[in-house]
């Protein structure tokens, strides 16, 4: 039962470019999302999240657009650097209940 | 260091065996959950307690159990282990029983069954 979809399992970039991270989710009850960033050998860490009353969160270098009616988040990174080079999931929660995509390896290159 | 300690780091044993995977979450908060990774897989939501209390159940098999105690600690008890259980474990913590706040993962317990 994969209700959190990310459909692509590596994206590489160039530094400076942008980096467009997608994710598409199945339950319409989910009411937050959130992206975490995973390097090797750490847990996860928290990077951006929106709810879903918002359709675009900002923090930085980090944006999240939320596509309600298409069940589809993205996570865009502006300028990209190469220290962003890590695996990216993508989580949709409803109460306590979060599920996470199967993560996005994202290379950066100088 | 993230405030989420888990321990041990490296585990390998055989199969059949039981081990335990311990998990203290961040200091004030109330949740603490177990996540399962396996290779090329995303995380897999095994159990989350609230305040000692058990509050969720994902895909966690009947083998496996979960207990949060007093201090808020909380132990991950794996039985009857097999190859595939072999996978990276998690915890996280959060200060209320929703996600809305995100997880404080820790760096999570490798175990290899052989």
């Known amino acids: 039962d994969q209700q959190v979809k990310q459909n692509s399992p590596s994206l590489s970039v160039q530094e400076g470019r942008i980096s467009i991270l997608n994710c598409d989710y199945t339950n319409s009850m989910f009411d937050y999302f959130l992206w975490y960033k995973k390097y090797p050998a750490e847990g996860p860490t928290f990077l951006i999240s929106i709810s879903s009353i918002k359709d675009k969160n900002e923090d930085g270098r980090f944006t999240v657009f939320l596509n309600k009616s298409a069940k589809h988040l993205s996570l865009h990174i502006v300028p990209s650097q190469p220290g962003d080079s890590a695996v990216y999931f993508c989580a949709a929660s409803e109460g306590a209940d979060m599920r996470f995509g199967a993560g996005t390896r994202l290379t950066v290159k100088p | 260091d993230s405030g989420v300690t888990q321990t041990p780091k490296h585990l390998i044993t055989a199969t059949g065996q039981r081990v335990t995977l311990r998990c203290s979450p961040r200091s004030g908060d109330l949740s603490v959950y177990w996540y399962q990774q396996s290779l090329d897989q995303g995380l897999q939501f095994l159990i989350q307690?609230?305040?000692?209390?058990?509050?969720a159940k994902g895909n966690i098999l009947e083998r496996f159990s979960a207990q949060q105690f007093p201090d808020l600690h909380s132990e991950l008890n794996l039985s009857s282990l097999e190859l595939g259980d072999s996978a990276l474990y998690f915890c996280?913590?959060?200060?209320?029983?929703?996600?809305?706040?995100?997880?404080?993962f820790g760096s999570g317990t490798r175990l290899t069954v052989v």
């Open positions: 996280a913590s959060s200060p209320t029983d929703r996600a809305d706040y995100g997880y404080t």
């Open positions: 307690y609230y305040n000692g209390e058990e509050r």
